[in-house]
């Protein structure tokens, strides 16, 4: 109940419910994880064996191996894929990728955080190339108990486990991944705001060709409510996570992520598990908000494929909605 107390003020213009924060071995979370529903575990000890990480003990262990960091002009950081880059002539990455060892890193961290001319975010797949108590500390963790999940969730293989290293007030603005997610908290506090799948389409996402596909339009600390009125209808839930903690993020759920201003640099890993081939799922009807999804970005892809001009996509979208959308008030 500790964590509940120094949780953030609210600054939206939609209300907020919090996720239910729960021991990991709870019956009902368990039940919450079956279903699909996002929930804050306690007492796994899933990352114990790191929670001693800092940027000292990562530098002087993290070998010569090279980092992906990401500088932004602000404390945003966008998503984006660079292959779809050439399809969109006006777009402007948001952020600039680099290369560099830790070391390099935390020295341009602490330069970042005194001159507050940028911000930086380093995200980096934890694989090989790290040093021999990085791997003791990783192979420490409590995956019995994950891989239990997985297996009894009906989940397909781990895909990533992603070190996030960013400075105190990074915001990765709402998306959605297509995979179910652990997210560990490790150093540092965060806040996680969630909004269930079936708030389509009061996010606005961009088309699955953009650069920034499974991200929203929207900026929810200020949304542009002329653009995008549907804000107002949205509904979700918030989480605030504490070095220990793990968030379950459900797939297709849009989340953002924020590092809090104030609480230091802070680390998490995630655990990233894809889901199985489409031939070994049960489809059960009606369909869920998150299948529904998944087949819009299914033939959104094909039409795009099919038409092989990105411009050409919303206008016969447009085209084929609007021709039938009168049929259900016509005598046929």
Known sequence: MAAEAVDPPHRYKFPLSKVPRLPYDDPQAQRLISAQQPVVLTGSGLVDSALHWNLDYLSDNMANTQFTVYQSDNYYFKYYEARKIPQQKDFVSPTIQMQMSFPEFVEKLKEAQCSKKHWLYLQQPLTEGVGDKIVQDFVSFNWRWISKQQKE??????????????????????????????????????????????????????????????????????????????????????????????????????????????????????????????????????LAASQKIAIMR????????????????????????????????QHI
């Open 153 to 286: 969730n009906n989940w397909g293989p781990l895909s990533s486990n992603l070190l996030l290293v960013g400075m105190a007030g990074n915001i990765t603005p709402v998306h959605y991944d297509e995979q179910q997610n652990f997210f560990a908290q490790l150093r540092g506090v965060k806040r996680c705001l969630l909004f269930a799948p079936d708030q389509f389409k009061s996010l606005y996402p961009f088309p699955v060709y953009h650069p920034h596909d499974r991200q929203s339009q929207v900026n929810l600390e200020n949304p542009n409510l002329e653009k995008f009125p549907k804000v107002l209808e949205l509904k979700g839930f918030e989480a605030t996570l504490h070095p220990g903690d793990v968030l379950y993020i459900p797939i297709y759920w849009w989340h953002q992520i924020e590092s809090l201003p104030q609480k230091g640099v802070t680390i998490s890993i995630n655990f990233w598990y894809k889901v199985r081939n489409s031939c070994q799922q049960t489809v059960t009807y009606p």
């Open 298 to 329: 299914n033939i959104e892809k094909m039409v795009t494929d099919a038409l092989g001009d990105i411009n050409e996509v919303a206008p016969f979208m447009r085209t084929m909605v609007l021709g039938r959308v009168d049929l259900q008030n």
